[in-house]
């Protein structure tokens, strides 16, 4: 079982990116997906969260990344994908891709099933 998380890279404030989390040896759409990120000396935090489309739709944000980060997924490519807008240097962290439950307030919950591997997003001028 393997979760692949790419589309990391350098970025100047105000910029995009977009990471990708391809699953292998398992069917995304029986999992709920979650983005986390560690920043140096933090951490590891969840940022956002998206329910598997056997259970009631639904994806969740935490408050810091509310309006500029969009979860979604294509279960017929077995991939996750976290869009992210309007970087800023606070977003400067390794990301993460992880099958876990998704719980509103807290974004995740719960045992998480898969870790993938990290991804670096780097955001500086």
């Known amino acids: 079982v393997q979760l692949q998380a790419s589309g990391g890279g350098l970025v100047q404030p105000g910029g995009s990116l977009r990471l990708s989390c391809v699953a292998s040896g398992l069917t995304l759409e029986y999992y709920d997906i979650a983005w986390f990120r560690q920043a140096p000396g933090k951490e590891r935090e969840a940022v956002s969260c998206?329910?598997?489309?056997?259970?009631?739709?639904?994806?969740f944000y935490a408050d810091l990344v509310k309006g500029r980060f969009t979860i979604s997924r294509d279960d017929a490519e077995n991939t996750a994908y976290l869009q992210m807008n309007n970087l800023d240097h606070g977003d400067t962290a390794v990301y993460y891709c992880?099958?876990?439950?998704?719980?509103?307030?807290?974004?995740?919950?719960?045992?998480?099933?898969?870790w993938g591997q990290g991804t670096q997003v780097t955001v500086s001028s």
């Open positions: 992880a099958a876990v439950a998704c719980v509103p307030g807290t974004v995740v919950g719960g045992n998480v099933a898969y």
């Open positions: 998206i329910r598997n489309p056997n259970r009631e739709q639904g994806s």
